[in-house]
C-alpha cells in the first residue's frame, strides 16, 4: 500500500510542480510520514484512504513537518500544509474515486489548524508577524513614485509598475499575478481574465483602467522583441526569465517608506481589500478575485469594522446603516404581518 500511495503522490507533485513547487517538500515529508505509521498495513491502497486514512493522520503529518523541517519557523507552515493537503485530497484522491466521507466533511483542512498548534503548544513557531493594511496616503506615495519615475521606459521598472499597481487595485496575492499569461489579457475589451481555481465553470474578467491598458501594452511590446516570445508565456518574469517572487518590489518599497510606514506587498493587497469591502463585495467574491485566503481576508474585513466605529465615534451611524440594509431584506417584511 505504502509504494502505491507514494506513487500516487509524487506523480500528483510533478503535475503541480510548475505552480506549486513549495508543496514538493510537503508531499515527501507526507510520504515518509505514512510509511513510518503503517509499515506493516495489510490492507490495499483503497481500504486505506476510504476507511482508514483520518484527521488524525493529516495533524500528526503536519506536525511531522513542522518539527523536522530546519527552515519551517512561522505558523504560517502549518496553513501551507493544510492547503497542500487540501489540495492532494481534491484534485488527487477524490479525482480517483477514493471516497472518505469523514474527510470529506471537514475539507478544506484549514479547519484542523487549530488542533495543529495546540499539539505543537507553538514550541516550534513563531507567531506570524502582523502585516498591516498601508493607508490612502501610503498608496498615492506608491503611485505618485511610479508616475514621476515612468518615464525610465525600462521593461523591468514597466513590469513592477504593472504588478504593484495590480495589487493596489485588486489586491491579488503574488501567486495569482505569477502565473499570468499573456493571453489572460485582452488589451482591445480591457479585460484581465482570472483562471479561477476554486470552482469550476466560473469566469472572472475585471475591467482594467485605461492606464494600466496603456502600460501593459507598452510591456507587452517590449516582450515581443524576443525572438521567443509566445501568447502562451508567463506576462511577468524576472530579467533572467525566471518566475519573480517578491524581491520585485524591494527597490521601490525601499524609495517610498519611512520610519511610520512599514510597506510590504500584503500591506498593499489588504489596502484593496479593505476598499472591495468597503464597495460591498462579499468575502467569497474577493477570495476569486485576489486568490487570498480566508485568514487575510477575515482581518481586512475586522479592520473595516474597526475603521466604521472610529469614523462613526458611536455606533448610531454604524446601527442605523445595519438596519437599514436588514430592512431591504424581504424576509423582513414578511414578519411585519
Given at each position: 500500500?505504502?509504494?502505491?500511495?507514494?506513487?500516487?503522490?509524487?506523480?500528483?507533485?510533478?503535475?503541480?510542480?510548475?505552480?506549486?513547487?513549495?508543496?514538493?517538500?510537503?508531499?515527501?515529508?507526507?510520504?515518509?510520514?505514512?510509511?513510518?505509521?503503517?509499515?506493516?498495513?495489510?490492507?490495499?491502497?483503497?481500504?486505506?484512504?476510504?476507511?482508514?486514512?483520518?484527521?488524525?493522520?493529516?495533524?500528526?503529518?503536519?506536525?511531522?513537518?513542522?518539527?523536522?523541517?530546519?527552515?519551517?519557523?512561522?505558523?504560517?507552515?502549518?496553513?501551507?500544509?493544510?492547503?497542500?493537503?487540501?489540495?492532494?485530497?481534491?484534485?488527487?484522491?477524490?479525482?480517483?474515486?477514493?471516497?472518505?466521507?469523514?474527510?470529506?466533511?471537514?475539507?478544506?483542512?484549514?479547519?484542523?489548524?487549530?488542533?495543529?498548534?495546540?499539539?505543537?503548544?507553538?514550541?516550534?513557531?513563531?507567531?506570524?508577524?502582523?502585516?498591516?493594511?498601508?493607508?490612502?496616503?501610503?498608496?498615492?506615495?506608491?503611485?505618485?513614485?511610479?508616475?514621476?519615475?515612468?518615464?525610465?521606459?525600462?521593461?523591468?521598472?514597466?513590469?513592477?509598475?504593472?504588478?504593484?499597481?495590480?495589487?493596489?487595485?485588486?489586491?491579488?496575492?503574488?501567486?495569482?499575478?505569477?502565473?499570468?499569461?499573456?493571453?489572460?489579457?485582452?488589451?482591445?475589451?480591457?479585460?484581465?481574465?482570472?483562471?479561477?481555481?476554486?470552482?469550476?465553470?466560473?469566469?472572472?474578467?475585471?475591467?482594467?483602467?485605461?492606464?494600466?491598458?496603456?502600460?501593459?501594452?507598452?510591456?507587452?511590446?517590449?516582450?515581443?522583441?524576443?525572438?521567443?516570445?509566445?501568447?502562451?508565456?508567463?506576462?511577468?518574469?524576472?530579467?533572467?526569465?525566471?518566475?519573480?517572487?517578491?524581491?520585485?518590489?524591494?527597490?521601490?518599497?525601499?524609495?517610498?517608506?519611512?520610519?511610520?510606514?512599514?510597506?510590504?506587498?500584503?500591506?498593499?493587497?489588504?489596502?484593496?481589500?479593505?476598499?472591495?469591502?468597503?464597495?460591498?463585495?462579499?468575502?467569497?467574491?474577493?477570495?476569486?478575485?485576489?486568490?487570498?485566503?480566508?485568514?487575510?481576508?477575515?482581518?481586512?474585513?475586522?479592520?473595516?469594522?474597526?475603521?466604521?466605529?472610529?469614523?462613526?465615534?458611536?455606533t448610531v451611524i454604524l446601527n442605523r446603516d445595519i438596519n437599514k440594509k436588514i430592512r431591504g431584506i424581504e424576509t423582513f417584511d414578511k414578519l411585519l404581518e
Amino acid at each position: 500500500m505504502t509504494n502505491l500511495l507514494e506513487e500516487m503522490v509524487l506523480d500528483f507533485s510533478n503535475e503541480i510542480k510548475d505552480n506549486f513547487a513549495t508543496y514538493s517538500a510537503i508531499y515527501v515529508s507526507f510520504v515518509e510520514y505514512i510509511k513510518e505509521q503503517y509499515t506493516d498495513y495489510e490492507y490495499s491502497l483503497e481500504y486505506f484512504l476510504e476507511h482508514d486514512f483520518s484527521r488524525r493522520d493529516i495533524i500528526k503529518s503536519c506536525i511531522r513537518y513542522i518539527q523536522n523541517s530546519a527552515k519551517v519557523k512561522k505558523e504560517t507552515a502549518i496553513d501551507k500544509y493544510l492547503n497542500a493537503m487540501t489540495k492532494l485530497y481534491e484534485e488527487c484522491i477524490s479525482k480517483k474515486h477514493f471516497n472518505n466521507r469523514n474527510l470529506f466533511a471537514i475539507l478544506p483542512f484549514g479547519s484542523l489548524k487549530s488542533e495543529v498548534k495546540e499539539q505543537l503548544k507553538d514550541n516550534y513557531l513563531k507567531e506570524k508577524e502582523a502585516l498591516e493594511a498601508i493607508n490612502d496616503k501610503d498608496a498615492d506615495k506608491i503611485l505618485n513614485y511610479l508616475t514621476q519615475n515612468k518615464t525610465k521606459g525600462k521593461v523591468v521598472f514597466l513590469r513592477n509598475s504593472i504588478l504593484l499597481k495590480l495589487i493596489i487595485l485588486y489586491g491579488f496575492k503574488l501567486e495569482r499575478l505569477k502565473y499570468m499569461v499573456v493571453e489572460d489579457v485582452d488589451l482591445d475589451k480591457h479585460i484581465l481574465n482570472i483562471r479561477n481555481t476554486i470552482y469550476d465553470g466560473i469566469s472572472i474578467q475585471l475591467e482594467l483602467p485605461f492606464g494600466i491598458v496603456q502600460e501593459i501594452r507598452s510591456y507587452i511590446e517590449l516582450l515581443k522583441k524576443d525572438i521567443e516570445f509566445s501568447s502562451s508565456q508567463f506576462l511577468f518574469l524576472s530579467s533572467n526569465k525566471k518566475i519573480i517572487d517578491s524581491s520585485f518590489a524591494q527597490t521601490i518599497i525601499e524609495n517610498i517608506k519611512d520610519t511610520s510606514c512599514n510597506v510590504t506587498l500584503t500591506g498593499i493587497a489588504k489596502f484593496a481589500i479593505i476598499n472591495m469591502i468597503r464597495e460591498g463585495i462579499n468575502k467569497a467574491n474577493i477570495k476569486l478575485i485576489t486568490g487570498m485566503q480566508d485568514i487575510i481576508v477575515d482581518d481586512c474585513e475586522k479592520k473595516f469594522l474597526e475603521q466604521q466605529f472610529q469614523e462613526a465615534n458611536d455606533t448610531v451611524i454604524l446601527n442605523r446603516d445595519i438596519n437599514k440594509k436588514i430592512r431591504g431584506i424581504e424576509t423582513f417584511d414578511k414578519l411585519l404581518e
